[in-house]
């Protein structure tokens, strides 16, 4: 039964039922306070009772925490991933409780947001909230109606630009790379372009795992959380034969922060402004022009969804004329 009683000068509500937690709200006048009590009997005997109280209590910037502790930590990109949480921790929108937080509130964080950032990162931020909002939902058991973000229109992003390495400016990064302090540069770019492996895979890349009488490698622990057994070609088994063995057996001791700097310096040398990740992408166009299928380039790249393997690809225009040439002969 709900019971009703002046408390500092509000009208209180409270309401007790066995299997149900207990129900207490404050009313500035004792009208409101009867419809809400008789509304929440009746949701109560239907089984559509929506307690908010737990929503109410609980920030934004608590539910990413407790995201970044539970979930994120157990990602491979945690590193990448914690330090976009920590910076959406830092700003207003975080202050809202996961009841108050709507649709025009995220709205508004995303048009301001989209002045200084790119689409692509705006969206990312707003794929955060998303996913923390439906692990709250999902598996904390906070209750709220619907999700803020679920129907909100995402900022258009750029099409995928189609970027290839030349010949001529993978010459000039070998060229130059031979003057680096870091003596497998080289051998680095010959693998990434010869093999189509993400960086990381090349970085934990062990003599044992190589099998250069069968040309093959094993890439252990990748982005996808499997491992995969690669074909190398001639020329990535001369390059990883060429290389001296370190302290720790991989092939190329280093770590991220440490290669960025050599291979911007690299760039600078060179007058090449690409990306050491436009190596895998000049791999997959590469191979597809040598005729390979889908099938093997995703199993050789480790791509298992094909959608993405798309983005990868940039066909040049003479090879396509090219095609046709040989078809009219």
Known sequence: MASIRKHYKKYQVLIRRKGHPLICKSFAS?????????????????????DLSEANQTLLRDALQRYKDEVTAKKKGAKQEA???DKLMRHKISNYSLARLTSNKVAKFRNELGLTAAPATVNKYLTLISVTINTAKNEWDIYLPSNPCENLKRLPEPEVKDIRVSPEEESKLLEHAARSKMHWLSAIIILAIESGCRRSELFRLTKPDCDFLRCTAVLRDTKNGTSRTIGLSPRAVKALQSLPPSIDGRFFPTQSEQFKFYWNQLK????????????RHEWASRMFEQGWDISSVATQGG???????????????????????????
């Open 30 to 50: 004792y009208s409101e306070a009867t419809k809400y009590a008789q509304e929440s009997e009746a949701n109560i005997a239907k089984g559509l009772y929506a």
């Open 268 to 279: 600078r040398w060179s007058g090449v402004d690409k990306n050491f990740h436009h190596m």
């Open 83 to 85: 330090y976009k949480i």
């Open 303 to 329: 791509w298992k969804d094909w959608k993405v393997l798309r983005r990868y690809t940039a066909i040049s225009g003479q090879y396509l004329a090219a095609k046709f040439r040989k078809q009219s002969q």
